[in-house]
């Protein structure tokens, strides 16, 4: 008697209908989504067990070490953390005020027949693969970069460090400048998302106090501000782990350098580059705990910005 | 009161800058873009043709083609779709009808997570649990590698396509007798499923232009693919290799490829765009 008791109060909790079907397949539904919870923790699990030897070997001075040398066997990561936090600085720096401007021309100006099309259009510069990307990076923006704005920002800028140096138009800058067009069309897209949340009561209130149109602009930014910090967090998780138009066009030199022309390196590079040809465990064990930092470092990123936007977007929606 | 006027003008002024400023931002992406892909067309256009559509790479000197890249590609596109489009409908069924309060939450947080992961990372990982212990690279490595990308991007457009669909239809469907899971596998999900499909094309259309998760899982080859337990050829892989390479008929190919591999890309995208042009 009270098997049968349990049984139907296992199955109510199951299958709130009390249908054995329901309850099957809520079952498979839910071991489906379980399964993804357990793709990321076999994804710390796999990437922890594989680099345990580069752990053991160098612990906390892989981070800080800034020689990279496979052939001795001594491996610093310290070069590819710098170029790819450079490399992601240079890119954000480019892209927010350009991504803020786009969104805000989209929702706030534009009429709905233009928004609709350059939306679009904005949309399809994320559609671009990042390998064509750096395709063009080398045959088209490199050159450009080394004819035309590397000399005249040694010319004007060259007293600040970060314009001296040999101009090749394959470097840190070069980098930068592609991963900014690469995250410009994300961060803009979840800017747009925001601001479409910012009630439209904020803008008449605004409106009707006399303020003029950019003063209506700003408090529909001020409002939308945590959404917006998500939309930029969100564009540097990004922009961290790409890796082929980076690495096509940043030079693959694990050296640091304050000069934004020499040749750089980030994570994701070294591995896309490195790991076929890793000869030795130390050193394939060196290029997945590259990866395991990269995985962790995108991972809390993500985390925070994806809560940034929720926040944004419930408190309005 | 004269103050005040110029006042006024200043923020009049700066009212009409910032709004100029905008549109320039906007334009200046749009031109980004036309700039791309009109010097993508014009490069491609000049090494395009049939043989050279359905030959495999030669040495330098020697022509080839990129019959195998795209031959590879297909495939690699056909393995990830079989895992991966099934995977992520479900996990957005979950989502959507099914994961309510803490538990639902964290799977839609992990879902959104997943999308972030770097790709390269995702190679990384296939390479740690399907490579090493198979000793060699193959087509099955690198199309798992693809559709742990595909899940995420299906799963989250299937969850708010099944949203859309009104309330009213699984409660009539439910007040009929039909249990739950007849109500989502025959009412919901069909009213869903051009949604659900579009989700699909993009997700494909997507992956079709990852090349880090392949590097090391699928690998390339200059040869036509005859097993899937083979490392097997892609596009992306192959412009890579030939942008990189110090050829000047190489990268001509590269440029062809890159206008293949973009017509496949944009197509999709603007069939999609198209297709759900009256939802949006």
């Not at chain 1, 060259?158 to 394959?170: K, V």
């Not at chain 2, 256009?45 to 395009?48: A, E, N, V």
């Given at each position: 008697m009270s098997a049968v008791v349990e049984n139907v109060t296992l199955r109510r909790m199951l299958s709130p209908t009390g249908n054995t079907g329901d309850a099957v397949f809520r079952i498979l539904m839910m071991l489906v989504a379980l399964l993804m919870v357990g793709l990321v923790v076999a994804m710390v699990i796999a990437l922890t067990t594989d680099s345990m030897l580069s752990i053991r070997q160098f612990g906390f001075s892989f981070l800080t070490s800034q020689r990279w040398d496979p052939i001795k066997g001594e491996f610093g990561a310290l070069p590819f953390v710098y170029g790819t936090v450079a490399s992601s600085l240079i890119a954000l720096l480019i892209s927010v005020p350009f991504s803020l401007g786009i969104a805000i021309f989209l929702v706030e100006q534009a009429p709905h027949c233009i928004a609709r099309p350059v939306g679009f259009l904005v949309e399809l510069l994320a559609a671009i693969p990042s390998v064509v990307y750096g395709l063009w990076g080398i045959f088209v923006l490199a050159p450009f970069l080394r004819q035309y704005v590397e000399p005249a920002l040694a010319k004007w800028f060259?007293?600040?460090?970060?314009?001296?140096?040999?101009?090749?138009?394959?470097g840190l800058l070069t980098g930068g400048i592609i991963l900014a067009i690469m995250v410009t069309p994300i961060i803009s897209a979840v800017v747009r998302d925001v601001l479409a949340a910012v009630p439209g009561s904020q803008r008449e209130a605004a409106l009707a106090l006399g303020a003029t149109k950019w003063e209506m602009i700003r408090v529909v930014l001020v409002n939308g501000a945590p959404g917006i910090a998500g939309a930029v967090i969100l564009g540097l998780g990004r922009a961290l782990g790409e890796t082929m138009a980076v690495t096509m066009v940043i030079?693959?030199?694990p050296e640091i350098s304050l000069s934004l022309f020499e040749p750089s390196y980030t994570i994701a590079s070294a591995i896309a580059n490195e790991f076929t040809e890793a000869t030795g465990d130390l050193y394939l064990s060196a290029l997945v705990e590259l990866g395991l930092i990269l995985f962790l470092v995108t991972f809390i990123v993500n985390g925070i910005a994806r809560l940034l936007v929720w926040k944004v977007e419930q408190r309005n929606g | 009161m004269a103050n005040y006027g110029n006042a006024d003008l200043m923020r009049r002024a700066t009212s009409g800058l910032m709004t100029t400023l905008t549109a320039l931002c906007t334009l200046l992406a749009v031109s980004a873009l036309l700039i791309i892909l009109t010097y993508i067309a014009w490069q491609g256009?000049?090494?395009?043709s049939f043989q050279f559509l359905i030959d495999r790479p030669r040495p330098v000197g020697e022509g080839g083609g990129i019959g195998n890249a795209i031959l590879g590609s297909l495939v690699l596109l056909l393995i990830s779709s079989a895992f991966g489009l099934p995977l992520g409908i479900c996990v957005g069924v979950y989502l959507s009808e099914i994961g309510r309060g803490r538990v639902g939450g964290a799977v839609r947080f992990i879902v959104d997570t997943l999308t972030g992961i770097p790709s390269i990372v995702t190679g990384v990982f296939v390479y740690a649990i399907l490579v090493l212990p198979m000793k060699h690279f193959s087509a099955l490595a690198g199309g798992v590698a693809l559709a742990m990308i595909m899940i995420p991007i299906v799963a989250r457009t299937t969850e708010e396509m099944l949203k859309l669909v009104p309330h009213s239809m699984r409660e009539g469907a439910l007040a009929l007798g039909a249990p739950q899971w007849r109500v989502i596998l025959g009412v919901v999900i069909p009213a869903a499923a051009p949604g659900i499909a579009t989700g699909a094309m993009l997700a494909i259309a997507r992956v079709s232009g990852e090349t880090a998760p392949l590097l090391?899982?699928?690998?390339?080859?200059?040869f036509f693919p005859t097993s899937l337990n083979e490392p097997i050829a892609s596009l992306t892989v192959q412009i890579y290799n030939y942008a990189i390479s110090p050829y000047d008929e190489w990268h001509a190919q590269a440029w062809a490829a890159t206008l293949v591999l973009m017509t496949l890309v944009l197509g999709i995208n603007i069939i999609v765009r198209f297709l759900t042009r009256k939802k949006f």
């Open positions: 060259g007293w600040l460090p970060f314009f001296r140096g040999s101009i090749t138009g394959i030079g693959n030199r | 256009i000049g090494s395009l090391f899982t699928a690998f390339g080859s200059r």
